[in-house]
């Protein structure tokens, strides 16, 4: 009876096992594909904030080498007012607005990067969820050792209808030597009986049995002599092998017992899976549950990373315009310490011509004044003195003269500073 329960009971856990099992499969696939999108856009996410932070790290680097070429550039004292005290291109700019903007970027990025620990967060409890229900319908080596202890009782390749057929086959064996003990020991009761004074020593034996087991009474049959030595030969002969059926019979005893216990553990690791399937589809339930917010969790993290990967830019964008004026301040300064010492040539070249002018003009009324008063020596005795009112006048005087103020003037640069600003220029391209 046990044998056709325990078949039954393994035969139905198996079933239920082997179909929990197909659906509980079929449904991770479908999670590991959600799984894997997840990942790829967890992967994809921190290629893109790897490369905006790159960005952004480059963009303050440009700046901060900027401001610090602004801090180090000191300006001319030629060109500031006489005593003032030295000042650096920095001091004519107002860097707190670009600094700002480095703060509010660096607040966006650093946010965007919160987002994508979460989600990654997120993607990681997912997979290990996953995970769980792959090990739970798979146990590690240590989960599954009793299961395997109860296989290997039973031998390998055999199927617990098998074994279970194996113990009937035991327990048939059992019970035909125990019918021939029976019969034997019969034979021996009634073989006393027919002794002298067996009658008292076959109650006396009958005494001694476990309740439920004993011997009639009733007077035995009258035996001849020759039927009795016959019955005498019968024991003597089965009397050898009592000893061989009794070993046969403990040996069978042990079998069942150690084929018993291995059913007992293979049913017992039939049921221990069963459960395991029970708890990884509730498990696949609670997954179940939160799949859409998982999905959309996926969805939201790139809308969002698109929002603030559009917000970074257009922030990198003014910073770098920014960049571009103290950059381009500095460009225009060194243009401007050229132009200065063009302007010098200038000036220089405009004084050599005054002076130039001034030497000509001078020569040129000196001749004048020679020449009238020759003239006047050959010719002024004849010529009357009322003829003509400007016979008598010198010749125009002429005077150049500066009519810009002194402060107009160029300053000097030395022309080191200059070559070093043209060749700057040139660097730059």
Known sequence: MYTHIALEKAA???????FLRSGIESQLRVLEQVQAKTEHTVQWGK????????GVNEADGRLKYTLERLKTTIVEARLRPEGEERRCLLDFVDERGVEGLVGVVRGVVDEAGQELKRFDEQSKRFEKEVVGIWRMLNPS?????????????????SSLADVLQELEDHAQEMAENLESLVKHFDLCVTAIRHTEGGGDAASKIAGDLPEGLGISHTPPETISQEEFADMARI???????????????????ADMETLYEGVEAQIEELTTRYANMSKAFVMLEDIGRKLPSYITRNQVFL??????????????SELENGREVYAGFLRSYDKLLIEVGRRRAAEQEMDKVVQSARVRLEKLYEDEFEDRATFKEEHGYFLPSDLWAGFESRPLQHEIKQVSDQDARIPHVSASVIRRAIQRVHEEG
Do not use: Y
């Open 235 to 253: 024991l003597e002969a089965d009397a050898a092998q009592v000893d061989e059926v009794v070993m046969e019979i403990g040996s069978h005893l």
């Open 12 to 18: 139905i856990t198996t079933a239920s096992t082997s």
């Open 47 to 54: 290629k893109e904030f790897q490369d905006v932070m790159r």
């Open 303 to 316: 809308l969002r990373w698109e929002n603030d990967k559009v917000k970074i830019e257009e922030h990198l």
């Open 141 to 157: 080596e240590d989960e599954s050792v009793n299961g395997r202890k109860g296989f290997g009782r039973l031998g390998s390749g």
